[in-house]
């Protein structure tokens, strides 16, 4: 959903290009093309040459999008796929070799990277397409005996790094950790050197929001410690240090985290920053039951050494380090004392307990999301009235100037923080970009009449995390094809979101469900369906999801996690479409307010029955739904939606003297009937 920023020559490169060829200007497109050629062949050769010229030479160089965090989003400063590719893409990994580049990325960024990469000297890998290889079978198929593959374990996770290396070892090649970035050298090299990483302020969250102390999550996670045998459990994983600590941050755009560490023994807490605490965080920690020691954060791994060599000294054989798999390469070879110990330290490399914990919302933070999409409800369905005002009246809107507005909404409501990612305001073909963004620079798109405009936003609360994806046509006129397009969309978020399942079953399985009515007459789409939401953290958190694609670390669906239900269909150059709501995972009995729990005869065998409540409160565009299409148990579902909708907003529009927005709203949610 995010966007990072792109160095400015290569947006605007971007952007001009598409506008001559709006305009046919060929010659204008000529130049502008052989300037962002020859830029991308400048940054490509930099790099090669770094790469002939390392100790042992370098058949190919790999170049994730992940930090040093293994963070989904991140700050420019670690924006190397992007910067060496063009490709401005959350996702996606870079292979160069010295004849070949590539990019191996999913389907939500096809069309993307063709329309921002240098298509003469990068090749698009379609990873979700079942005869693309894999990166290791790409490598192995085509280097030579010997050959020798560099990536900075900085930037690789140990989950990854394993079987890259089994594989390379395989066929006598060998992965070689290559300590300073070859990419950011490149950079430097070229007079663009990286820019410097965010050191924003660190913001306490009180137990008013969190329900749970961090003092409290320190006792659990060191009983934990206690039954795994752990002398240390190491975390890194941002989200992960900020939810243990009832701290936030702003160093990556969107995302309320900060470039930390934090390791915690039974008898020690450190963590590890770019500077030191304010006398507010401090004083949040003493409140909350925490004593810690701050030590600089380009020091964690020379703290993981020594305290690898202080635990080997004892000399009994008994110590286990405790990290994500997640974790890093280069923390995983510091926490066993790779290259100070003769035999390195045990290592607990698996899933991170605070992923497992934070996964299950507690009461306090349910209540939370509940409350905080109400307001986020009243904020979008504001926005879409008044989009439909101002198209109607025929004022020229712009995609950006949506997005604005959206922003002004949401900032008249209470504990809103900012975007929980960059809003996609898709009109028209711009909506079959499923993680599209607008530039701010040169043309902008205006939202026309006869658009079906595609509307994915989020916000930030101190009480939860929304993200909600809308779907409208300008002229409330769609086509045949985009008005069952949208309803076979619909109905399948209505399966899922209607769905029983047994407990700890994993999400995977729920996936075609929200595919069904599209698969039935030969249409998908390229995404998940479904990813975990922090409380107040990331919009996308693990471990578990709803995709054709298992989520490996998925420990099974359990009541109190939120979840998303996003299907979608996006026709390349003409429109897309997707409907997502937020959902709580809830236990269902027969006396439940589930629309299915009358009809349960059993409990899975004792298992457990579990649902979904629907968190996102704002209606569907009425005009767009072929009722005919619908089953009656889909039109009483989406009924019963569009009146709970109403009750709970309706009142707070009028409280607040909103009186146009409520009679929007009326009109909206009002209840669809067969003809």
């Known amino acids: 959903?995010?966007?990072?920023?792109?160095?400015?020559?290569?947006?605007?490169?971007?952007?001009?290009?598409?506008?001559?060829?709006?305009?046919?200007?060929?010659?204008?497109?000529?130049?502008?093309?052989?300037?962002?050629?020859?830029?991308?062949?400048?940054r490509l050769t930099a790099l090669r040459a770094l790469m002939a010229n390392q100790p042992k030479a370098l058949s190919a160089y790999i170049i994730p999008t992940a930090?040093?965090?293994?963070?989904?989003?991140?700050?420019?400063v670690d924006a190397r796929r992007e910067w060496i590719s063009g490709f401005t893409g959350s996702a996606g990994t870079a292979v160069v070799t010295s004849s070949a580049a590539l990019v191996w990325t999913d389907g939500r960024y096809y069309t993307q990277f063709e329309k921002e990469a240098d298509l003469t000297l990068w090749t698009l890998?379609?990873?979700s397409l079942t005869d693309t290889p894999s990166i290791e079978k790409w490598l192995t198929s085509h280097l030579s005996e010997g050959a020798a593959v560099g990536?900075?374990?900085?930037?690789?996770?140990?989950?990854?790094?394993?079987?890259?290396?089994?594989?390379?070892?395989?066929?006598?090649?060998?992965?070689?950790?290559?300590?300073?970035?070859?990419?950011?050298?490149?950079?430097?090299?070229?007079?663009?050197?990286?820019?410097?990483?965010?050191?924003?302020?660190?913001?306490?969250?009180?137990?008013?929001y969190t329900g749970k102390t961090a003092g409290q999550k320190i006792t659990e996670?060191?009983?934990?410690?206690?039954?795994?045998?752990?002398?240390?459990?190491?975390?890194?994983?941002?989200?992960?240090?900020?939810?243990?600590?009832?701290?936030?941050?702003?160093?990556?755009?969107?995302?309320?985290?900060?470039?930390?560490?934090?390791?915690?023994?039974?008898?020690?807490?450190?963590?590890?920053?770019?500077?030191?605490?304010?006398?507010?965080?401090?004083?949040?920690?003493d409140e909350e039951g925490v004593t810690l020691q701050r030590y600089p954060i380009a020091?964690?791994?020379?703290?993981?050494?020594?305290?690898?060599?202080?635990?080997?000294?004892?000399?009994?054989?008994?110590?286990?380090?405790?990290?994500?798999?997640?974790?890093?390469?280069?923390?995983?070879?510091?926490?066993?004392g790779l290259d100070v110990l003769k035999t390195p330290l045990n290592l607990i490399s698996e899933i991170s307990p605070v992923a497992l914990m934070k996964l299950i919302k507690?009461?306090?933070?349910?209540?939370?999301?509940?409350?905080?999409?109400?307001r986020d409800g009243v904020a979008v369905s504001r926005l879409l009235k008044w989009l439909h005002d101002q198209i109607d009246s025929g004022r020229n809107i712009t995609e950006i100037q949506a997005a604005d507005k959206l922003l002004e909404f949401r900032k008249d409501e209470a504990d809103f923080m900012g975007p929980s990612f960059e809003t996609i305001p898709g009109a028209g073909a711009n909506g079959a970009i499923i993680h599209y963004s607008p530039s701010r620079n040169g043309v902008q798109k205006t939202i026309e009449r006869n658009d079906m405009f595609l509307l994915d936003s989020g916000g930030q609360y101190k009480d939860g995390t929304t993200d909600i994806t809308r779907t409208r046509h300008m002229a409330r006129a769609p086509t045949d094809e985009e008005k069952s397009a949208f309803t076979r969309v619909l109905k399948?978020?209505?399966?899922?979101?209607?769905?029983?399942?047994?407990?700890?079953?994993?999400?995977?399985?729920?996936?075609?469900?929200?595919?069904?009515?599209?698969?039935?007459?030969?249409?998908?789409?390229?995404?998940?369906?479904?990813?975990?939401?922090?409380?107040?953290?990331?919009?996308?958190?693990?471990?578990?999801?709803?995709?054709?694609?298992?989520?490996?670390?998925?420990?099974?669906?359990?009541?109190?996690?939120?979840?998303?239900?996003?299907?979608?269909?996006?026709?390349?150059?003409?429109?897309?479409?997707?409907?997502?709501?937020?959902?709580?995972?809830?236990?269902v009995t027969k006396d439940s307010k589930h629309p299915k729990a009358k009809g349960l005869l059993g409990d899975y065998d004792g298992r457990g029955v579990l649902g979904f409540n629907t968190l996102t409160l704002v209606p569907h565009h009425k005009d767009c739904i072929d009722v005919d299409m619908l089953s009656d148990f889909e039109l009483s579902y989406l009924n019963a939606y569009h009146k709970r909708v109403l009750d709970t907003l309706g009142p707070i529009l009028k409280q607040r003297g909103l009186n146009e927005d409520l009679a929007w709203l009326q009109q909206e949610c009002a209840p669809m009937l067969r003809a």
């Open 151 to 208: 990536v900075d374990p900085h930037t690789f996770t140990r989950d990854e790094w394993t079987p890259l290396q089994t594989a390379l070892t395989k066929h006598n090649m060998h992965l070689i950790p290559v300590a300073k970035n070859l990419v950011d050298e490149a950079r430097t090299q070229l007079g663009d050197p990286p820019p410097k990483r965010p050191n924003n302020t660190i913001i306490p969250l009180s137990v008013k």
């Open 1 to 42: 959903m995010l966007q990072k920023c792109v160095l400015i020559f290569s947006v605007f490169s971007l952007v001009v290009r598409t506008h001559a060829r709006t305009h046919e200007d060929k010659n204008a497109l000529s130049a502008l093309d052989t300037g962002f050629h020859k830029m991308s062949l400048q």
């Open 67 to 76: 930090d040093a965090h293994n963070s989904e989003y991140i700050a420019p």
């Open 362 to 374: 507690n009461d306090v933070e349910l209540e939370g999301f509940r409350q905080c999409h109400i």
């Open 299 to 336: 020091d964690v791994e020379t703290h993981l050494r020594d305290m690898a060599k202080e635990l080997s000294e004892k000399g009994d054989g008994k110590h286990s380090i405790w990290l994500s798999s997640d974790g890093s390469e280069a923390i995983h070879r510091a926490a066993a």
């Open 125 to 127: 890998m379609k990873q």
């Open 492 to 587: 399948g978020q209505i399966m899922m979101g209607s769905a029983l399942f047994p407990k700890g079953v994993k999400g995977n399985v729920l996936d075609s469900f929200a595919r069904h009515s599209l698969w039935e007459v030969g249409l998908d789409y390229a995404h998940g369906t479904g990813h975990g939401v922090g409380h107040f953290l990331n919009v996308h958190e693990g471990p578990s999801g709803i995709s054709w694609r298992p989520y490996p670390h998925d420990p099974g669906l359990k009541p109190g996690q939120i979840l998303s239900n996003e299907p979608g269909y996006y026709k390349v150059g003409d429109f897309g479409i997707r409907h997502e709501d937020l959902v709580e995972i809830i236990l």
């Open 221 to 285: 996670l060191r009983q934990k410690m206690v039954e795994k045998k752990a002398s240390a459990l190491v975390i890194t994983a941002l989200d992960e240090v900020a939810y243990t600590l009832n701290l936030r941050g702003s160093d990556i755009q969107y995302n309320p985290v900060f470039f930390s560490y934090l390791i915690i023994t039974p008898t020690s807490v450190a963590l590890f920053t770019a500077s030191d605490l304010t006398p507010a965080v401090r004083e949040h920690l």
